[in-house]
């Protein structure tokens, strides 16, 4: 092969991977879908778990989001404010309702806004670390 040929060769190979690690890593690719709904187990929280507690102010079931008036989130350095955020299909939103203060946990993800992983009813204006973790994704009360 001639080095002309060989040059654009070697470009178009180089230009099909890019495009295809560009295409593999895009927002909403089925394959980070169904990663992003996994619960989380207890071994897996300290890098990319996020709790924080609020109160509901409203919740849009079609569109799997929810609003809340949540305390500071420590971890992530945010202060207490007002949100809305979008839950996971694996999220039970059943049994919440405007009103309820709630436990939840945030899951890290590359880009974009953190989604809720779980949500859990609770009493206490303070973090309780794990809480919701014992049946990731449902919806229940604290002890």
């Given amino acids: 092969m001639n080095q002309p040929l060989k ?11 890019f495009a295809g690690a560009a ?10 879908h169904n990663r992003m709904d996994m619960p989380a187990s207890a071994g897996m929280r300290t890098s990319h778990m996020f709790e924080g507690v609020g109160n509901v102010v409203a919740i849009d ?15 992530l350095q945010w202060p207490a404010m007002k949100m809305a955020f979008k839950v996971l299909d694996s999220v039970d939103l059943s049994s919440v309702k405007p009103g309820d203060r709630v436990q939840f946990t945030l899951h890290k993800v590359e880009t974009g806004p953190y989604p809720i992983a779980e949500i859990c009813l609770t009493s206490d204006t303070k973090i309780i670390p794990g809480l919701c973790a014992a049946d990731a994704g449902a919806s229940h009360s604290a002890p």
């Fill in 61 to 75: 079931l079609e569109n799997r989001k929810i609003g809340l008036d949540h305390g500071p989130v420590p971890a």
């Fill in 23 to 32: 295409y593999a890593q895009m927002p909403g690719d089925e394959m980070d």
């Fill in 7 to 17: 040059s654009i060769s070697y470009l178009a190979t180089a230009l099909a991977m």
